[in-house]
């Protein structure tokens, strides 16, 4: 079998996957909230996200930033040659497949870094009371982080397509929720982020490959929708977003010279069953509740 071949039979196997979770609904509504506001209950509800800016300071974010950068030039100098995908200490690193045209290190080909919540500066933000307790009144007392990921936004990179997230998360129970923190600037110019206000009310929709030559594995698109509502959110260094995981987002391409970059963590309430096989990208901690009390186990 042709190299393109098994890429082929891959995104097939992948998309079949996906569109397992078509037509699931999560109908939850927020109410009587101890933490949130009545503006951000509402706009939950209505829209589902919430936007709280300058929830980080730009230090915090900097740090984060840097703290990636070097986790990535450590991971790839102890790889044996230039992959599409990268595995050491725990971390998953995955490379730009349509790079920038300038390219000085390493961090500047790749795309996203998976499973750094399990310690440092990553795991202290999961753990911050203020982040906790408006998931609490989402989730309930108990909440798992099951998923981290940052991701580089380098010039040229192509933004991801219309999608949902739950359509990754083939979970017992919804909704999970998204925590984005901004720890860049994020423009039209650059690739922000794109939303589709009360979408998270719909369905999960088919979701097809993405037919752009040299797309990023995984990228998946919704194209049985109208999407004329949409609404790009231009965040500032340390604003957070919280998002549903039934909503639908996209982002831009980034046609400028600068990076943007966002940390981004998916919460679940303990106990949620992923089925017989979990993703290779998920690592599910205990940050609220019963489940500090016990070792996590999932069983099907």
């Not at 310690?119 to 009144?137: A, P, Q, S």
């Not at 963590?265 to 290779?280: L, N, Q, V, W």
């Amino acid at each position: 079998m042709s190299k393109e071949e098994q890429n082929n039979s891959s995104t097939e196997e992948f998309i079949n996957r996906i569109n397992k979770q078509k037509g699931r609904t999560s109908p939850q509504i927020v109410s009587k909230s101890k933490y949130l506001s009545a503006h951000q209950e509402k706009s939950w509800n209505e829209n589902g996200f919430i936007l709280i800016p300058h929830f980080s300071s730009d230090d915090k974010c900097e740090e984060i930033n840097q703290t990636v950068i070097d986790i990535v030039r450590s991971m790839v100098k102890k790889a044996e040659k230039f992959n599409h995908a990268y595995i050491d200490q725990g971390h998953i690193g995955i490379r730009e497949m349509k790079p920038s045209e300038k390219v000085e290190n390493i961090e500047d080909e790749m795309s996203k870094v998976f499973r750094l919540h399990q310690k440092g500066i990553f795991n202290e933000f999961i753990k911050r009371e203020d982040l906790l307790n408006v998931i609490e009144d989402i989730l309930g007392e108990n909440i798992d982080c099951f998923l981290s990921q940052f991701i580089f936004k380098n010039p040229g990179a192509w933004g991801q397509p219309w999608h949902q997230d739950s359509s990754y998360f083939p979970f017992d129970r919804s909704p999970q929720v998204g925590a984005w923190l901004a720890t860049s600037p994020a423009t039209k110019e650059n690739g922000c982020l794109v939303v589709l206000p009360g979408s998270q009310k719909e369905p999960i929709h088919e979701h097809l490959p993405d037919e752009r030559p040299g797309s990023n594995y995984g990228y998946t698109e919704i194209k049985d929708h109208n999407f004329e509502k949409e609404i790009p959110l231009l965040l500032d260094t340390g604003d957070l977003l919280l998002f549903h995981s039934f909503l639908m987002h996209k982002s831009y391409d980034n046609k400028s010279n600068r990076r943007r970059t966002a940390m981004v963590y998916h919460f679940a309430e303990t106990g949620t069953r992923f089925g017989d096989i979990d993703s290779p990208t998920n690592e599910w901690i205990s940050v609220r509740g019963k489940g500090l009390a016990t070792t996590y186990k999932n069983s099907t």
